[in-house]
């Protein structure tokens, strides 16, 4: 196996890279991930994640873990509704989704971020994580990369795979390619203890999923497993929105003034959300170049958002990067290729070709979404389902 005796280095503890981590232990490999977390009780923010039959759960089910992922998915949390600003309802199904249909290729169950990467770590062995591992720089070292870290410490490996997301310290070892703003941004919000704080939204999503739709801005939000909420509002802005607008993003007030000028006719319900929620944070949405290759590193490779980062408007980011580590596994411990450059090469234009197609759905439907139609087509699109 071309990984025999080599020591590799995933940089990063994202879905990605606790699933490539989990693929090569499985196949016998000597493998650490670096985190910059400071432990793994550090808390995941994000709405749940949707995992696809071809990509997310193909991964789970290589890394023999679909029966503790069933253990932990949210049944119900894929229901949708779609209402227009006035938080009038156009479209649900949650009188007629099956809750659990684990094989069809439509079903696409839900799972708490915090939840998934529970199941992942336990599914490691010990010591594989190391906590505290802030990425800094690295550079080339007997036939490898030494690695640096902020808390001091150094690290070598034979091999170093970048998945530590949409702003890799790493990927510019690879690549001088960058990302290119998509044009829309969001602010996310998290509630907590969303029955209490936020029950009017609580009732309103009943344990599923809504989008909002009006006057060419979204609201996005769904509840989590523990009954938090997580929620974007998101719209067409500049580039530097985010820190050219004057707000406090700890102040809640400031924000919901905010809210009801950039979204003055949508209903007064939605104030709840930016009452009640903690830990806004803006997020400018990128995308790397359709086209986007490179020339192939004997030794350096990257999955997820370090290679493809894209817009979250077709939910592949989680599973594209899941499907990297399934893919770059396979490539690595197969025994097809002759060299660690040939695989990783099979790897990355698979990659490259495959990241291309769900980038461009992201960014068109990213555009559907954020147009004076988006409710009509958004229907359209649902009940064409």
């Not at 990302?179 to 029955?195: C, F, P």
């Not at 099979?346 to 988006?374: P, W």
């Amino acid at each position: 196996m071309l990984i025999n005796n080599k020591k590799i280095a995933i940089v990063g503890g994202g879905p990605g890279g606790l699933t490539l981590a989990r693929l090569l232990q499985l196949k016998g490999a000597d493998v650490k991930v670096y985190e910059r977390d400071f432990d793994k009780n550090a808390r995941v923010q994000g709405s749940p994640l949707d995992l696809h039959d071809n990509s997310g759960l193909a991964a789970i089910r290589n890394a023999d873990l679909l029966e503790e992922f069933k253990q932990n998915f949210l049944p119900g949390a894929d229901k949708e509704l779609i209402m227009n600003d006035q938080a009038e309802i156009f479209f649900s199904d949650h009188d007629t989704k099956v809750e659990e249909n684990f094989g069809h290729k439509h079903f696409r169950p839900e799972i708490d971020r915090g939840a998934l990467r529970k199941i992942l770590l336990e599914s490691l062995q010990p010591e594989t994580v190391v906590w505290n591992s802030h990425f800094i720089s690295m550079e080339k070292g007997n036939n490898g990369w030494i690695m640096h870290f902020k808390n001091g410490s150094s690290a070598y490996a034979d091999i170093v795979i970048a998945s530590d997301g949409a702003n890799s310290k790493i990927r510019p070892y690879i690549t001088d390619i960058k990302a290119i703003y998509s044009g829309i941004t969001m602010l996310e919000g998290n509630i907590y203890n969303a029955k209490e704080t936020a029950p009017n939204i609580n009732t309103l999503l009943k344990g599923g999923k809504i989008m909002a739709f009006g006057n060419g801005k979204n609201l996005l939000m769904g509840q989590k497993g523990n009954g938090d909420i997580g929620f974007y509002a998101s719209f067409k802005a500049n580039e530097n929105w985010a820190f050219s607008n004057g707000l406090d993003y700890s102040d809640n007030s400031q924000i919901l003034e905010w809210f009801k000028t950039e979204y003055p006719e949508w209903n007064h319900i939605w104030h709840e959300l930016f009452k009640s929620a903690e830990n806004f944070v803006p997020r400018p949405i990128y995308c790397m170049p359709l086209d986007q290759t490179w020339e192939t590193l004997p030794n350096l490779t990257m999955i997820g958002d370090a290679a493809h980062v894209m817009p979250p408007f077709a939910g592949e980011g989680a599973n594209m990067a899941m499907l990297d580590a399934l893919e770059l596994s396979e490539c690595l411990t197969s025994g097809k290729y002759n060299s660690l450059k040939e695989a990783i090469s099979v790897y990355e234009k698979n990659m490259q070709k495959r990241a291309s197609v769900a980038a461009k759905e992201s960014v068109e439907n990213g555009e559907l979404m954020h147009s004076e139609n988006a409710l009509a087509t958004m229907l359209a699109f649902f009940n064409g389902h």
